[in-house]
């Protein structure tokens, strides 16, 4: 599994500053692995699709781990440009 960051630092230093979302459905894809594949994707510049989900995510989430990216991957930008 590749990680930009350890887990206790995202758990730490990252988690508590993400709002959790007051409607819709609870993520079934824990918030850290989330937030390491966005950094991977950031780190390393790939494009969304071409992301190794499999090495990125544990094995129970690496089903839905890239449609879970590829939504707060998305919200995220939106909430930085809400014009795009």
């Given at each position: 599994m590749y990680q930009v960051l350890s887990k206790d630092t995202l758990?730490?230093?990252?988690?508590?500053?993400?709002?959790l979302g007051k409607r819709g459905?609870?993520?079934?894809?824990?918030?850290?692995?989330?937030?390491?594949?966005?950094?991977?994707?950031l780190k390393t510049g790939t494009q969304w699709y071409l992301l190794p989900?499999?090495?990125?995510f544990s094995q129970e989430t690496a089903l839905r781990g890239g449609e879970a990216v590829g939504y707060?991957?998305?919200?995220k930008r939106?909430?930085?440009n809400p014009d795009f």
């Open positions: 758990e730490s230093e990252t988690v508590p500053y993400i709002p459905f609870k993520s079934k894809v824990p918030i850290c692995e989330i937030i390491n594949c966005i950094l991977y994707k989900v499999l090495q990125l707060h991957g998305r919200k939106f909430l930085d």
